[in-house]
């Protein structure tokens, strides 16, 4: 048996990746560079993206995202520089790219003799709640030179964009996402309060789209405990940057907008105390938007009588489906996204451990990674 001299050159070259080992365990190591299989496409990463849920896994050494040792990191935009058999047409070496790090169930492609496949499909997907498949596929890498994209994720969740965008403007395309999957479900009247606890990169994404998506009516409170993050959502959007920490913010809210609760109070920073205090700002007939993920097993009392009496509802989101990936990339290739305030660091791939630092001090907003040259 002989094997083509290709691959095998190929799969001896090396690349230096992080690889996460367990909780604050991770290593800059030796690996193999990815060579792409049926229907997968390999990717140089011209700059990766460290975000809070990073820094959540990094202190977890756990997550459902991520097997664990594995490669690390998955917001980045890249160049393609391999294509595997079967990958037609669409996708060649030197397109610029950039991928969500999840794909959910293929479609079926529907034929005469494929009858039953749709199986294939898992009920959440088939009953359109994609965010909720049962078999979704993650995809971790992007702290590294090079990352394989999976078929599954090649079908369902890359994008080529024009080679003169700077890849630096569409490298928040997930987190966008996410915020583009909320937005695009909370009901929200043009003329409500919308109150946004917490005023981090994911914060400051709310703040622009309800701002984009709403006009110039719309009341958006931005709380925070940092003033220079207030700042930069006031220039976001927000008509309001009211500072919480040792205040009440029931008062705050009274004081700047006239009455001390909101039609919609998203919580976007991911403890059970925020959403405590979330809830608590949320008045008749309004929603208390869960968007920021806890550890699940903390529980939160709730006054289910005012919640019937007073219609207040409680929305979890989660993620985002293909369609949200998409106009977050239309969004951000188009510039309608002011993501240069935003993105606040820039280090070489080998100072990863001082990009996650940074972010558990909030020291910086988004750090980004490019590779070390
Ligand atoms: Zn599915």
Request: a neutral charge; glycine letters at 10%; proline letters at 9%.
């Amino acid at each position: 048996m002989t094997t083509p001299p290709g691959p095998t050159t190929q799969r001896l070259m090396l690349m230096r990746a992080a690889v996460l080992h367990g909780a604050e365990d991770i290593r800059m190591e030796e690996v193999p560079i990815p060579v792409p299989g049926s229907g997968e496409v390999v990717a140089r990463v011209d700059v990766a993206s460290v975000d809070f849920t990073d820094r959540k896994v990094f202190l977890r050494g756990q997550h459902p995202m991520i097997k664990v040792p594995g490669l690390f990191g998955h917001e980045w935009v890249g160049t393609i520089t391999a294509v595997g058999p079967g990958v037609h047409g669409r996708w060649r070496p030197g397109q610029r790219v950039v991928a969500a790090n999840s794909a959910p169930c293929p479609p079926v492609r529907r034929t005469p003799d494929s009858f039953g496949e749709a199986d294939a499909v898992c009920r959440q997907c088939r009953r359109g709640r994609q965010s909720m498949c049962e078999n979704i596929q993650y995809n971790n890498g992007a702290f590294a030179p090079y990352i394989l994209v999976p078929s599954r994720l090649v079908r369902m969740n890359l994008y080529a964009i024009p080679a003169d965008t700077p890849p630096e403007r569409v490298v928040l395309t997930e987190p966008l996402a996410c915020v583009v999957h909320a937005v695009r479900r909370v009901a929200i009247h043009p003329l409500d309060t919308v109150v946004i606890l917490g005023a981090g990169p994911m914060g400051l994404l709310w703040v622009n789209a309800l701002r984009r998506r709403y006009g110039p009516d719309l009341t958006i409170v931005s709380l925070d405990h940092a003033d220079e993050r207030l700042a930069v959502a006031k220039a976001m959007g927000a008509g309001y940057g009211l500072n919480s920490k040792g205040g009440n913010a029931q008062e705050l809210l009274e004081a700047a907008v006239g009455r001390p609760d909101a039609d919609v109070v998203v919580e976007v920073i991911g403890t059970v105390e925020t959403h405590r205090e979330a809830l608590g700002l949320v008045g008749r007939g309004g929603t208390l938007v869960s968007f920021g993920g806890i550890v699940p097993g903390p529980t939160l009392p709730v006054d289910f009588g005012r919640l019937h009496y007073e219609e207040i509802s409680i929305q979890p989101i989660y993620h985002h489906t293909p369609a949200d990936v998409a106009e977050a990339v239309r969004q951000l290739v188009a510039g309608e996204v002011p993501v240069e305030r935003l993105i606040t660091a820039r280090l070489p791939l080998s100072e990863l451990r001082t990009a996650l630092q940074m972010i558990g001090d909030r020291a910086t907003l988004r750090p980004v990674l490019v590779p070390d040259r």
